[in-house]
């Protein structure tokens, strides 16, 4: 698990975006307004998103092409998932996450990931966001 200051979200998301290769799931858990919507922006514009990345609110993932290319030189695509308003893995499920997840082809980003833990796949890279202390 690595920890996140929300003042550093944005570095260390550019950071992990020249360490990535196709497959990676990344946990992201912490408090409302703790950073983790923009890290995901920030990993988004670093692997080349061209379309705004939005907190998704009544649709519980999102994807994006990237043009970043896989070892494949496959284009890879970001899912993003935000789990704010589910308590439940079979409502997460039924997304089809489990058939991208950890695709060659897919880097997988899920806010409020502490309500699945337990269902993460366990190569899943845990990333704990708190707020700069006052
Ligand atoms: N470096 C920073 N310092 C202070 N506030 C920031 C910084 N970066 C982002 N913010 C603000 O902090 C809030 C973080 O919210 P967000 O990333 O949506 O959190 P979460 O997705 O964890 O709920 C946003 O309002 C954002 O504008
Ligand atoms: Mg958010």
Do not use: C
């Not at 020249?18 to 408090?31: P, R, S």
């Amino acid at each position: 698990m690595k920890n996140v200051r929300l003042s550093q979200a944005e570095t260390e998301a550019n950071k992990l975006a020249k360490a990535l290769h196709g497959g990676e799931v990344l946990a992201l858990i912490g408090d409302l307004g703790s950073g983790k919507t923009t890290f995901t922006k920030a990993l988004g514009k670093a692997l080349g998103v061209r379309s705004t990345i939005t907190s998704p609110t009544f649709v519980m993932m999102q994807q994006y092409q990237t043009t970043t290319k896989n070892k494949e030189d496959k284009p890879l695509w970001l899912y993003h998932l935000d789990l704010y308003r589910t308590n439940n893995f079979s409502e997460v499920k039924s997304l089809g996450v489990e058939q991208y997840w950890g695709h060659p082809e897919t880097i997988t980003v899920i806010e409020w990931a502490d309500k699945i833990l337990d269902q993460l796949p366990k190569e899943a890279l845990l990333f704990k966001f708190t707020r700069d202390a006052k």
